[in-house]
T-cell receptor
């Protein structure tokens, strides 16, 4: 059973718009929450990550918001660009292994 | 290129054959992970090494699967008597160790079992 639930499955955004992807978890043992970007035929690339004692982290156009009490976290992609078109995975770590969401395919229309 | 490398990138095999994949982690990373990714899904954890010790194996890793990391550097993943359900992308990742949690993935090996 999937330990991390991710939504939406796909989204389309106009160039310059904001993409928002949401994830939820139940396991309170998770202690690190990374986001990965994956292009077709490639391995996932680490994008940004957050620890549960922080409510928000921003790196360039990418921001993670984290709500520990609700056990939810989200990725915001600001000023979306066509090059951001990819599949995004949220993940959560307990012990040393990552549990991934099912992924969100983002399409940025020029 | 100092990233995680995997070989081969693609493998097509007939059902019942054995296959072996290799992963070379980022130099000085003492932790190495194997994941499997099927189409339209996120990666699923298979197994994890710290140096040469295999510390955890998922229930997904049937007895047809074996992984090694003989000298704490590269790792191999072998699948014996392949089945069509083994068709997937096999991903390797590595991390530095200590309190460094970032896992860096290789490009994967795409396995097709016919």
């Amino acid at each position: 059973q999937q330990q991390v639930k991710q939504s939406p499955q796909s989204l389309i955004v106009q160039k310059g718009g904001i993409s928002i992807i949401n994830c939820a978890y139940e396991n309170t043992a998770f202690d690190y929450f990374p986001w990965y970007q994956q292009f077709p035929g490639k391995g996932p690339a680490l994008l940004i990550a957050i620890r549960p004692d922080v409510s928000e982290k921003k790196e360039g156009r990418f921001t993670i918001s984290f709500n520990k009490s609700a056990k939810q976290f989200s990725l915001h992609i600001m000023d979306s660009q066509p090059g951001d078109s990819a599949t995004y995975f949220c993940a959560a770590k307990s012990d040393y292994k990552l549990s991934f969401g099912a992924g969100t395919t983002v399409t940025v229309r020029a | 290129d100092t990233g995680v490398s995997q070989d081969p990138r693609h493998k097509i095999t007939k059902r019942g054959q054995n296959v072996t994949f290799r992963c070379d982690p980022i130099s000085e990373h003492n932790r190495l992970y194997w994941y499997r990714q099927t189409l339209g899904q996120g990666p699923e954890f298979l197994t994890y090494f710290q140096n040469e010790a295999q510390l955890e194996k998922s229930r997904l890793l049937s007895n047809r699967f074996s992984a090694e990391r003989p000298k704490g550097s590269f790792s191999t993943l072998e699948i014996q008597r392949t089945e069509q359900g083994d068709s997937a992308m096999y991903l390797c990742a590595s991390s530095f160790g200590g309190f460094s949690y970032e896992q860096y993935f290789g490009p994967g090996t795409r396995l097709t079992v016919t």
